[in-house]
């Protein structure tokens, strides 16, 4: 008895530690790098809201709407501002690695080792610490999975528990969520009809069901149509849900600029997520593993590598959906190879070696450098340059309000993350600076094509600032009107022009 409670204590403290492991990296210095105009297009939406009343659905957007909800939670607690942003994503990673602390599944080895890899992961990290919808989206993927391999070990109310929110979570989200529904058709049907039907006999489905799923299900089902329509505000939002998966569809086939190769996965977890590169070779033998749960996870988590490789559009994000089927295989592995001497040591090095390897990717993308643009996570962000340009401007604009009220012209082709960042402003224009460039405005962001001929109609003194304001973009011209300020604190590519200099 007296060891019961030793293993206890030490378990509870394990898992507290990893808490507050997990919590701190999550959320220390959570605005070190710079908005991504992902980010900047969420904290529009929710912005947009409170026009509105509520979210309007937009079946082009190919986004749920739960994270915008959360994050107007969030702002309505905190205020408006990036960290909130970022905070509701590294509260739900928090999540993802803290769900391996309840007994879920049987095997506590398992439960463990996933939570440590899911820990170390780069991914988890970096996309954890963004104001997108993976992170969350993740999140239900798990309690989904966690779902189908609690079936396995013991069939009981808490699978649907798991099972519908984590479908309907995922639901709420992203559209993607059809994706891994179907790979985990796939896993089921590899284990073969006989088996199929025997795990999932209608006896057993009957038995597992209970007045409390149904009540469960009922809610859910609930918060679902709220959400889509708007708290019932917007009906078409439903049909609207439905619609999404034609311009979904076609946006993965064409790409739109984001076309990558076929292999774009497996060489970016070469390069940053190294340990997650060999659970996919593992998963390979896992597909004909005699163990239900590994031979499903295997086939599903491969199933879900091949389909997104062969889809054109690829934004680096998604990994963070298929790392983690791979990081459970290795752990169901482990556990095998921990039972053979032998291949314990040997076991161990790898996996120690590997998550060197992963850490330091981890610090490189998430600490170090949070802008290196070699580390393939960082994707078409916003770069330092404009950074400083917001931080400038919105300290200008705070020791001279009356700058809120000058008129601002956005009128480049690539907007974001500006309408966001210059909410404040009470006088944006979004013209096209070639097509209608609007008089006195106090800023203009402009195409760098087009900065001639704005150079021959402003009627005042301008600074004149060439400068790239997002990775892989060609640079923007940025005009400042001298008469709001007077000093700038940039020296490189700067000109004055316009009126008399």
Known sequence: MKSAKVTQYYGTLFWLALLLLTVVTRFYDLDNKPIHFDESINGWFVIQMKSWGYYKYDPNNYHG????????????????????????????????????????????????????????????????????????????????????????????????????????????????????????????????????????????LKQTWSKKTTVLAFVLLILFVQLFTGFFQNMAGLADFVKAIVPWLKTGVHGKGHEKEFLYWVKVMWQAEPLALLGVLLSFAGMFSKQKSLRVLSVFSLSQLLIYSLIPYKTVWCILSLVWGFYLVLAFYLQLFFTNVKMRAVSLAVVTALSFLNVRSLYASSYADPLDFDHPYIYVNSTYDLENLQRFILEEARKRPELFLQPVQIGMKEQWPWPWILRSFQNLDYNLCEKNLIEDASVYFCDLTESLDVDRVLNEPYWKLQIVLRQSREPSIVYLKQSFFPKIPFQNNVDVVGGEE
């Open 65 to 204: 709407p739960l994270l915008f909800y959360l994050i107007q939670v969030f702002e309505y607690l905190w205020g408006k501002s990036l960290e909130t942003l970022r905070a509701v994503p590294a509260v739900f990673s928090v999540f993802s690695i803290m769900l391996f602390a309840f007994p879920v599944l049987q095997n506590r080895f398992v439960l463990t080792a996933t939570s440590l890899f899911l820990l170390l992961s780069p991914a988890f990290l970096f996309f954890g610490r963004s104001g997108i919808h993976e992170s969350p989206f993740v999140f239900f993927q798990l309690l989904f999975a966690m779902g189908f391999l609690r079936w396995f070990e013991k069939p009981d109310g808490k699978v649907w528990a798991l099972v519908l929110t984590g479908v309907v979570g995922m639901m709420t989200l992203k559209e993607t969520f059809t994706i891994t529904g179907f790979c985990w058709l796939l896993g089921l049907l590899a284990l073969g009809p006989k088996n199929f039907q025997q795990i999932f006999s209608w006896t057993q």
